[in-house]
Each structure stands twice: as C-alpha cells, then as structure tokens.
C-alpha cells in the first residue's frame, strides 16, 4: 500500500491537531472491523488498518463506524489504528488487462504480479437515466442457431442462461465470446465463486480459439474476503460502462449470479440485517437489479450486453433468486438436463426459453424465418407430447405431416460447441419450411 | 435554515442530531451546500430526525450540517403534466424546457367512503380472452398477475393501445421498479403512435434506490387525481409494478431497523397498501379505472404482500407460464381469471352461460389429457372426443394477435368486439366448425371461415 501517501496523511492530521481522522480497532469480525474515532469520516471512504488492511466505511454509527475489509496481509487487533484516506473508495483497473486473467484490484493473476498504468475505478455509478437509453435493435450473434433465430439477442440486452449443474451454461457465453471475433466487441467474463482450475480452462480455450485478443476475464474466487467477490461485478460493469460511454460495445458474462447472491446473503447476515425470503436480506432484488440495469444500448452508440448465468436445482427456475433475476432480464434461455442428457445440445428447453425483443433485434430475414421455426416448433412440441401414444397412420395427414416436419426442425437445431453458424448458414437449414424439399418435408 | 447535524449514514438512511425544533415528518432536507444529498423525514423525537435519502448516501460526511429545503415532495398540478416524464420526485426528465404553472404536494388522503363512486359502465378492451372471460367497467381495478417472463408488460402496453385509442381521456402511465429498458421503449411506441401528449408518465424503475421506486407510485396517483379531480375524466392509470412498491418499502423497513413480518415485508404492509389503493377510486368528479401489473415472487401466489394487494382488485388476469409454454398468448390462465361483471345479472344470460360452458369444457379437456397420456386419444367415447379436440380449438381462439407484439409475431394485430367473440365461442361450441384444423384458430381474431 502507498505507506508514503499515510505517512504524509498522518503528518497532515497532526499539523492540524485534529486527533479525529485516527479511529482505533475496538471490534474485529472475518470481514469487518468496528472502529471508534474517525468522527468526520465520509460513507463508502477508503480507510487503511495499521498497513494491515484496507477496506471501506460500510455503516456509520452515533459512536462508531464499520469497515467492510476487502484486503487483509496481517492480522487485525483490537486497539490497531484506523487511518482515513479522505477519498471514496474505488478499485483498480489497467486497460492492459485485454487477454489476462485479472482481479478488481489491478493484478495480473496469471503474471502474478501488478499491472504499471492502472486508472482508479468507480465501485458504482449512478443509475444510467431512462433518456440516455436507445433503442435495443442491433443484433448481437452467438453462432447458435437455436438463439440466434428463436431467440435472439440484441445488444444491450440481458439475456438470462439458467440450467441445472452440467447442462452448457458456462459453454453458451464462451461459444457467444468466441463468435465475437473481428465484430468489434469488447468481451469480459466474469468468473464469481468458480474454482482455480475451472477459470485457468476457460482462460485457456478463449486463448486456444483466438478470443483472448479481445477478451478480459474477472476473477474472484471463494477463498478470498467475500467482499471481494461480492464487488467484483459491480466494478467489471464500472468498466464495461466506461467503455460504453466511449462508444465500445461491451459483453459482459456473470457467471455465476446465484453464488453472488448466497455471498450477499452471508455479508448482509453478518452484519445482522433482517433476513427477508429464503434468508436473503430484503434489498437482494436491488442488489441485482441496480447491476444488470447497467446493460444497455447507450444513445452515444455504445452498449452493454450482458450474459448474467444462474444456476439452480432440480430443474427449478422458480425459486426466489431466479425469478428475481428472470424479472430483471430482457429474457431468459433455459436449459435442461433432460435433453443435455439425450444428447440434444445446446441443451435448450425451447419452450420454456424467452427473448423479450424477439425479432426487433433481428434481420429481416432471420425474423421471418426464425418466427416460422419458432411457431412450427413449439407446436409440434406440444402435439408430440400429446399423441405420443397414438398410432401414426390413423392421424390425418395434416397431422402427420406437423409431426414429420417437427422432428427436422429439432434435428437441425443440434449444434456441437465451438461450432459456431453464420446467418446464412442457419437461413441455408430451413430454406425447406419455405421452398420444399426432396424429402418431402413441407 | 439549519436544521442539525448528520451523525450516522446507512444505505438509505441517515439520523440527524436537530438544533431546531422547526421539522416535521415529510419535510425535505438538504446538505447544506451540496444538493446531491436530499433526505426525506421519516421519523422525529426529542433530540434527534430518521430520514430516508433520495439518492444514493455514498459520500456523505458525518457531522455534516442539514438545512431545509421545502415542505414535503411536490409535483406540476396543471396541463402541463401531459406528454412528459417524471422521475419520482416530480421532476421532468426528458431533456426539454419546462415552465411550471403550479405545483402541489405529491401526498394527498384516500378518498372517503362518502365520496366513493360505484361506476355501472361496460369497458370493453377488445382483447378476446379479457373481454369474454374477465370483461372489464369503468372505476374497476384490475389486478395483472404473472410470474417473470410470461408477457405481462405487452398485455399492458396492449391495453393502452386498444382502450387508449377509444377513449378521449389521458392516462397515466407509473413504471415502479421494473426495466428501464422497457420505460424508454413505451415512450418512443407512445411517441409514434401520437399516444404520448395524452398521457403523462412517471418513472422510478429497478435501477433506483428504494425511496425512488416507492415514491414513483404516490407521484403518479397525485397525476390521475388531477385529471379526475380538476379535468372530470375516466382517467387509466397503469401502475407497472405495484408489488415494487411493497418490496421497496421493505427494503426502507429494513434499513430502519424495523420488525418485520414473514418473508421480510413491513408489519403495517397492510396500512401502506392501503394508503395507495384507497386514492385510487371514482368519485362524482370522474372515474380512475387502474391496471396494476403484480409481480409474484418466487411464482408463490399466497405470498402475503400479492394477497394483499389483490384484496382491492375488482378482478384479476393471471397469466400462466404452462399456456406460455404453448406459445399461446396472451398466456392468460382463464380458469384464474375472472371479473366481479361475470354475473348473470351483468353480462346478461348468453355471454355468462358461455363462460360456464367453456369453463366446463376446458375442465374436462384437462382431466382427458391425463386419460390420453396413459390411454392415447383413440380409446376416448365420441363425445369425450368432441370436448377434446372442441377444447383445443377454444384454447387456440383465445391466443390473439397483439398490435404492440406485431415486431416479435410478425402477425398484425386485432381488435375483436365482443359480439363476433360470443358468436364464435357458441359455434365452436356447438359443433359448426368440427371439420376445421384447429392450427386455424391460432392467432387470429375473429374466425372467417
């Protein structure tokens, strides 16, 4: 930490015989500090604990203040003084951090070491106001056939991967991250609560495929402070917002939101908040909400598109945090383990799917053949349920032929990873719904 | 004038040491010097003030000194209010020059039982499925329930567009904790279709802190009030989301360090409804006739705040994600959504044996998909086999295309009257059209033959 910018603070502090801006350690919680004194201390300012710690002012109180720590080198004890930085606090971010493995505090964490050139950035702006906002319409391709046509996204959208353990979630947002290649966007995934192994392999297939060049990946793990890895998306979205306002378009992918709520959860419990629903604090909907309002197609041209994954259990995505963050997003795609099971991948539950803007963010011809795909599908869905059990040749014609029709339509939807499609190629798939085909599949 | 001393900040709140007695509970303070911090008074004793902060408290220095700046929350009370945007403390924000004519406070008292208005007016929306099975009068207040993602925000953006374009009232529309997203979009749709200089819109959406969000609502009713009490109207407020109001109201409790009830709501979360609902009524100046989108947490319909709500409704629409799983929309569960009009004496003895019959109809449809699941449709008798494929049809006739969905269908919208529904229904019903494919009745409006 900058010893001589303390130094020269507590010099400062003592020319000015104002004996407040020193607090002293009377409390030490894991993650917290309660601290007395510091009797002209600003919310949210940075402090720094005896050069032990550093953290932020997190409540302030008649007789005290907290401090929610985000950095612990040694450990803390009761009496240990507290020094005031007089500013808010921010983290750190280098804009050589493109094709690195970073964290919110300006590391380098497969160099190991710090970045040079690092700017200060915000933990969190105000909210982005409904005025400044365009109109989301310009498409944002994924490569998959079963989004790009049924459910298509567009940036500055917040399209939802929810899905059970195993079932593509984190697959999805690489296969998106890797079509983005010479599309001029600017990628970051976010890696909240994975473990080590699992982000050095996503790290090293977006280097594999070539997507590191414009590629920034997020890290925090379990075991740092949850303070951490609870900030982390707000800053990984601080930046993606500056990038917008300089007219970049931005991808973020959150993976994933379900253990930055149970992370929430912990700290708000921590520091005794009345828990609400499932024990999560009251204000979860917030925490989540004021984040993903940052995706957004900006007026200056520039947006954020973001990816948030939930994960949940048992195929259930009507539990609380999930239809909190389904309430938020612009749509959701779900996937199933029935089908990641059967061999059906991408692993989409095409019924139980949804994109908000639909064919507004679509080419003309992709929405004409993506909505006919679409109604065909679902259909044939539903009517393969029901007359599962009858016998084929008693159906009427126009029947069969839906029944028929159907099964091609969600065989051409089976896409390996990494395997991505042009729009043509997917238009080339179902020329036959329009055009016929040899086989008599129209 | 200087009103104390900041001596702790929270996440919403802050408590004020006072050096002056000259406060009341909805009076607006300010940083003295920096009008970025503005707090609203909650709360008062002997030697200290709670307020809740407009905006967000990072940055506030302890022991920073508090001064007055008005007597509570205000809002435009004139014809001004139409064609512009609100935030929820009454400010224009959409970037063009404003003149204020008169402002009043945003807080006003319910309506007394002496001055309620029952209204007697059929309301129709030309929405089949609303129209046939919860059809709609003047002064009703219509609950919207839906879990996330099931089309709730285009069905009232479809209201808006059918009953709107019928109706030589204003509406006001309060976007209350949801998409930002979706705010900007109905402004340019309103815009567009010229819709936009008769109404006025008020927004504090999910982004916003809490105050913001439940602030929303209050400013947006002081607007319908104005247009019922000083225009005379049939006013439509659409409240977009009413259950973000509980919810950020829960989330205040919270900071205050309340006792809260199960599942974290407030324990006066019936009183604070209240509060609301009660100024949203008819009186002999004009009718307000409210459409108020529920938000179900956690798909959970018997959560406590939902319930509460919906004990004001005159109705309800529900809209169910196994119909949206179909791809029928709007995905109205029609066995859940009903009106206090679907009542012999009301809607007359055609339209409400209709309803009973079709309700009948449906039931049996859903007890012979189980029989078929195990059986296969072959085994059923030949009048099991007429409800079966009958009730199919009725559950495609009740998907419609929707003018504002027309860029996500690619179908053209329709408004259908009423009549042509009944008349369909009854064929249907009756067998008239058993030789048609039921793929034919698939988004259309009224049937053509």
Redesign the interface.
């Known amino acids: 930490m900058e010893l001589s910018k303390i130094e020269e603070k507590v010099e400062s502090i003592k020319n000015n015989d104002n004996i407040y801006s020193v607090g002293k350690v009377i409390k030490v919680n894991p993650y917290t500090v309660i601290v007395s004194g510091?009797?002209?201390?600003?919310?949210?300012e940075e402090v720094n604990v005896a050069d032990k710690a550093k953290g932020f002012v997190f409540?302030?109180?008649?007789n005290n203040v907290t401090i929610s720590l985000v950095e612990v080198n040694e450990k803390i004890n009761p009496g240990d003084e507290v020094y005031s930085l007089k500013k808010?606090f921010k983290c750190l971010f280098s804009m050589d951090s493109m094709g690195k493995v970073i964290d919110i505090f300006g590391n380098d964490l497969i160099a190991g070491k710090k970045f040079d050139n690092l700017v200060e950035v915000p933990i969190?702006n105000?909210?982005?106001?409904?005025?400044d906002?365009?109109?989301?319409n310009r498409e944002f391709l994924t490569g998959i056939t079963g989004i790009d046509m049924l459910y298509p996204i567009g940036r500055?959208q917040r399209q939802l991967i929810i899905g059970d353990k195993k079932t593509g979630k984190t697959q999805i947002a690489l296969d998106a991250i890797v079509n983005q290649k010479d599309k001029n966007m600017v990628c970051l995934y976010v890696a909240l609560g994975k473990t080590k192994k699992e982000v050095k392999d996503i790290y090293y297939e977006l280097t594999k495929r070539g997507a590191a060049s414009y590629t920034i990946v997020i890290a925090s793990f379990h075991d740092e402070l949850p303070n951490r890895t609870y900030l982390t998306p707000y800053v990984a979205l601080s930046i993606a917002e500056s990038m917008m306002l300089d007219s970049y378009d931005v991808l973020v992918v959150i993976d994933d939101l379900k253990k930055h709520a149970d992370i929430y959860r912990q700290i708000s419990l921590a520091s005794k908040?009345?828990?609400?629903?499932d024990a999560y604090?009251?204000?979860i909907?917030?925490a989540h909400?004021?984040l993903l309002?940052?995706g957004?197609q900006h007026k200056n041209g520039g947006s954020i598109t973001i990816l948030p994954i939930v994960e949940t259990k048992s195929s259930d995505i009507?539990?609380?945090i999930s239809?909190?963050i389904?309430?938020?997003?612009?749509?959701?795609l779900v996937l199933s383990s029935k089908s990641f099971a059967k061999g059906e991948k991408p692993a989409l539950n095409y019924?139980?799917s949804?994109s908000?803007?639909?064919?507004?963010v679509q080419s003309e011809d992709m929405?004409?053949v993506g909505?006919l795909v679409?109604?065909k599908l679902?259909?044939y869905l539903?009517v393969r349920d029901?007359?599962?059990?009858?016998?084929i040749d008693?159906m009427?014609p126009?029947l069969q032929q839906r029944l028929k029709e159907g099964k091609v339509i969600l065989d051409k939807l089976k896409q390996y990873k990494f395997s991505p499609k042009s729009k043509e190629e997917m238009l080339e798939l179902y020329k036959f719904l329009e055009v016929g085909d040899t086989d008599g599949n129209r | 004038m200087e009103i104390g001393k900041i001596i702790t900040i929270g996440d919403i709140s802050v408590e004020i040491i006072l050096s002056s007695n000259d406060i009341k509970i909805g009076d607006i303070l300010e940083v003295k010097g920096n009008d970025r911090y503005v707090f609203e008074v909650v709360e008062i004793n002997n030697i200290s003030a709670t307020c809740i902060s407009l905006y967000s408290t990072r940055g506030i220095q302890k022991g920073s000194v508090v001064v007055k700046k008005s007597d509570g929350l205000e809002i435009e009370y004139s014809d001004k209010i139409l064609g512009r945007v609100f935030n929820s403390y009454g400010e224009v924000i959409d970037g063009l020059p404003f003149e204020s004519e008169k402002k009043v406070k945003v807080s006003n008292d319910t309506v007394t039982l002496k001055d309620v208005k029952v209204e007697t007016e059929p309301l129709w929306t030309g929405i089949k499925v609303i129209d046939f099975f919860a059809p709609l009068q003047k002064g009703f207040k219509m609950g919207l329930l839906g879990g996330a993602g099931v089309g709730k925000t285009v069905l009232i953006k479809e209201l808006i567009h059918n009953i709107y374009e019928g109706s030589n009232s204003n509406a006001v529309f309060v976007g209350a904790g949801e998409r930002s997203r979706e705010g900007k979009e109905l402004y340019e749709d309103m815009k567009k279709s010229n819709l936009l200089d008769k109404m006025t819109m008020v927004f504090g959406q999910m982004g916003d802190n809490p105050v913001s969000r439940s602030k929303s609502v209050e400013t947006g009713l002081r607007m319908a009030e104005y247009l019922r009490d000083e225009k005379g109207q049939d006013v439509l407020i659409f409240i977009d989301n009413i259950y973000r109001f509980i919810q950020a109201r829960a989330e205040i409790s919270t900071d205050l360090k309340e006792l809260l009830i199960e599942n974290g709501y407030p324990s006066n979360m019936s009183g604070q409804i209240s509060s609301i609902e009660e100024r949203i009524n008819s009186t002999d100046e004009g009718s307000i006739t409210s459409f108020q989108a529920i938000y179900i947490p956690a798909d959970d319909l018997t959560d406590d705040a939902v319930q509460t709500v919906m004990s004001y409704m005159d109705g309800q629409i529900v809209l169910d994600r196994k119909v949206a799983e179909l791809g029928l929309y709007p995905a109205i569960d029609v066995f859940r959504s009903t009106s206090k009009l679907v009542d012999v004496e009301k809607i007359g003895e055609r339209h409400f044996n209709l309803v009973e019959r079709v309700l009948a109809y449906l039931t049996r449809y859903e007890e012979l998909e189980e029989i078929i699941a195990v059986l296969g449709i072959e085994e059923l008798s030949e009048e099991d086999k007429n409800v079966f494929h009958r009730s199919r049809k009725l559950r495609n006739y009740f998907s419609q295309p929707m003018f504002v969905a027309e860029a996500y269908t690619n179908i053209k919208g329709e408004f259908v009257d009423i009549k042509d529904v009944l008349d369909d229904v009854e064929n249907i019903l009756n067998g008239k059209y058993d030789d048609v494919d039921e793929s034919k009745f698939r988004y259309i409006g009224k049937y053509n033959g």
Do not use: H
């Not at chain 1, 906002?133 to 989301?136: A, E, K, N, T, W």
């Not at chain 1, 029901?386 to 016998?391: G, P, R, V």
């Open positions: 510091l009797n002209d201390i600003t919310y949210y409540g302030v109180g008649k808010q969190e105000d909210p982005i106001p409904i005025m906002r365009g109109l989301v500055g908040k009345t828990p609400g629903r604090p009251s204000d909907f917030y909400s004021k309002e940052k957004c009507t539990d609380y239809t909190n389904i309430s938020i997003c612009d749509g959701q019924g139980l949804v908000r803007l639909g064919g507004s929405k004409r909505s679409r109604n679902l259909e539903e029901i007359y599962e059990l009858a016998n008693e009427g126009d």
